[in-house]
């Protein structure tokens, strides 16, 4: 048995090496021994058993199958099964590994294989030095070089980059948005400039619009969650590279727009497992789900919950994640359909409009007792039976007010039952990079392990924002909205 | 459960980076934070199951457990019994891997641990960043990186 391993540094980031390596039928594309490769059965290239047919360029023909792929170890096996080149019983093994000490990967290759009597010598040195040292430097040459994910806007850096924006000119309806053009500047020490990709619209870009929140002052753009691709980045920024996807769910608004300059500690790089559409339509309501079940309230086994709007974005996954934490979950909601897709996210229990008030029902739900924790975004027309339906120690948490203003509450009230509020903010959980590192790091984990599951978002262009907003005001929607660059949309 | 990841290019062979890690009773030799170290019941330091108990140069107390020591895939597992921390369930590993085009080679060091769901961010960056990092930096300039 003959062993090869050969490794090397790449300085580009694990995920373009990846990109490249992934591809079990693209090595005509960039290996130099390669002249042609076709996939048998028209399999797909990530489909395990899939068999590659090898044309070299010294013409021998060789037949390679996929033995597994890894997205989540960024490995890849295959072997021969026929050969005009005698190698046998050949197994080789690709893997990547992230240097987090400078943006670069650690990559090796790796085969053991049984050669004819005296030819091992000659055929270790072949598969060493022709394939695998051959295709590292191919491959560095590749991802060193022009980033391939953003050729034509790089061609364009200037003093600033052109591209078009949903902007206010005044606080008001929908209809208020409208298209402005934007220049987005060069990036300075701390920023990064995208090319945006998926836009995530949120009910707090209503409040923006309307100006019921004073984040934005008119004109403005509007929009806090995006993903995109860095085109450059400023003096200073280490975490990201040029053709990196990234994403971000923050203050300050300005997201609904093509192109946008902004500081660079916002943006997150994005795992590949998880594409642009998931990632725009799941970051801010997943972040926001990541803070509310495990900071502002952490969530424990055997707690009994209640959460409203568990049809809606936030809610279906505040249901799946308190469900999997062990809590027993009531959705308040306002309709059949809707309540079909709490209990389809994990809600027990489902309370719709009726005779009995809220509070009523949740006290038939939970044997006279109440519940321990509320997760309330209506505001106004919820807020007392919000404190009705409380469990003695209680705690409510007023994270939004889609129904109106609460106003003034008298607090000494709250010591009936010793009641808990918290009026939580999304900005003071995600004020900084680390912040928003271990959030992520915990919803990324949780798409992965299908703790979570983000649905497919509503898309429109993004020339059509007025009419997203006016879907979400008008509570058609369930789920999640993005907007897609007009460009881009198809 | 959280996990924190660092990885490293040493510009020193997987052999000569080992002669100093591998020795688990060496911390203070190497390792900016730590200032004193021994193991205790008077074991050898490459015994599997052996204590370390050190202290850092803030004054912090350890004890730490070998779990896994390997001279053939270069790496070292190890987890906490006692510290000021604040952690549970930590296990860590330590693992050098040969660059075959140069003299250098690709050091990894990761833990899965439990804490307080409030000091996860702080204990990544500390962990990450000040142990595993900076035991990374003192081995680059240690062999001229």
């Excluded at chain 1, 923050?250 to 497992?273: E, N």
């Excluded at chain 1, 044997?367 to 807020?383: E, H, L, N, P, T």
């Amino acid at each position: 048995m003959v062993t090869v391993h050969r490794s090397t540094v790449i300085q580009a980031p694990l995920a373009a090496v990846w990109a490249i390596l992934r591809d079990f039928n693209g090595h005509d594309r960039w290996h130099p021994a390669v002249a042609r490769s076709d996939l048998e059965a028209g399999r797909k290239t990530d489909q395990i058993g899939a068999v590659r047919n090898f044309r070299l360029e010294t013409g021998e023909a060789l037949r390679e199958q996929l033995l597994s792929l890894s997205d989540k170890d960024h490995s890849l096996r295959y072997a021969i099964v026929e050969s005009d080149v005698p190698l046998q019983n050949y197994i080789a093994e690709i893997k990547l590994k992230p240097v987090t000490d400078g943006n670069g990967t650690f990559c090796t290759w790796t085969s053991r294989f049984d050669a004819p009597k005296g030819r091992a010598d000659e055929l270790a040195a072949l598969v060493a030095d022709g394939v695998y040292v051959a295709g590292f430097e191919a491959i560095r040459k590749r991802v060193t070089s022009a980033p391939p994910s953003a050729p034509s806007v790089r061609s364009q850096v200037g003093p600033g980059m052109d591209g078009m924006a949903m902007g206010i000119k005044r606080y008001g309806g929908p209809d208020e948005l409208q298209p402005v053009e934007i220049k987005a500047p060069v990036p300075g020490p701390g920023e990064v400039r995208l090319a945006q990709t998926a836009i995530g619209v949120n009910y707090i870009d209503v409040y923006c619009r309307t100006g019921y929140f004073k984040l934005l002052s008119p004109p403005g753009v509007p929009g806090m969650e995006a993903v995109g691709t860095v085109i450059d980045i400023g003096p200073g920024v280490r975490h990201l590279s040029v053709g990196q996807r990234v994403g971000y769910a923050c203050p300050p608004v300005g997201a609904y727009a093509t192109v946008r300059t902004m500081s660079a500690a916002l943006v997150i790089p994005l795992p590949d497992r998880i594409d642009d559409a998931t990632a725009a339509a799941g970051l801010l309501k997943g972040m926001s789900a990541e803070f509310l079940l495990h900071r502002v309230h952490p969530v424990k086994k055997g707690e009994t919950v209640l959460i409203y709007a568990p049809a809606g974005g936030v809610g279906r996954l505040l249901c799946q994640w308190a469900a999997y934490l062990g809590a027993t979950v009531i959705g308040a909601t306002s309709s059949e359909e809707k309540a079909r897709l709490a209990r389809a996210s994990g809600a027990h229990h489902v309370i719709l409009p009726g005779s009995d008030s809220l509070e009523d029902q949740v006290r038939a739900i939970t044997k006279g007792r109440g519940v321990d924790v509320i997760y309330d975004a209506v505001g106004r027309d919820s807020f007392a039976h919000s404190v009705e339906a409380l469990a003695p120690c209680g705690h409510l948490i007023s994270f939004g007010q889609a129904s109106g203003d609460i106003g003034t509450w008298d607090i000494g009230s709250l010591a009936a039952k010793s009641i808990t509020l918290s009026r939580p903010n999304f900005a003071h959980y995600t004020d900084t990079p680390e912040k928003v590192q271990a959030i992520t790091q915990r919803l990324f984990q949780a798409i992965d392990q299908r703790i979570v599951a983000i649905e497919p978002a509503r898309r429109y262009k993004l020339s059509d924002a007025a009419q997203a907003h006016r879907a979400l005001e008008g509570r058609q929607t369930t789920g999640a909205s993005i907007l897609i660059p007009d460009d881009l949309y198809r | 459960m959280t996990h924190v990841y660092a990885s490293s290019i040493i510009p020193a062979s997987v052999d000569q980076v080992w002669k100093v890690v591998r020795d688990f009773n060496a911390l203070p030799g190497w390792h900016p934070a730590i200032a004193e170290s021994r193991i205790e019941e008077g074991r050898p330091a490459d015994q599997v199951g052996c204590v370390r108990a050190f202290r850092l140069k803030d004054g912090g107390f350890i004890r730490e457990q070998l779990l896994a020591l390997s001279d053939y895939d270069f790496s070292c597992s190890y987890a906490i019994l006692e510290s000021p921390m604040g952690v549970e369930n930590y296990v860590a590993v330590m693992k050098l891997s040969p660059v075959t085009d140069g003299n250098r080679c690709f050091a990894e060091w990761y833990a899965d641990f439990d804490c307080a769901p409030e000091r996860e961010a702080e204990l990544t960056a500390s962990i990450g960043g000040g142990v595993f990092q900076g035991g990374f930096d003192a081995l680059k300039s240690r062999f001229g990186g």
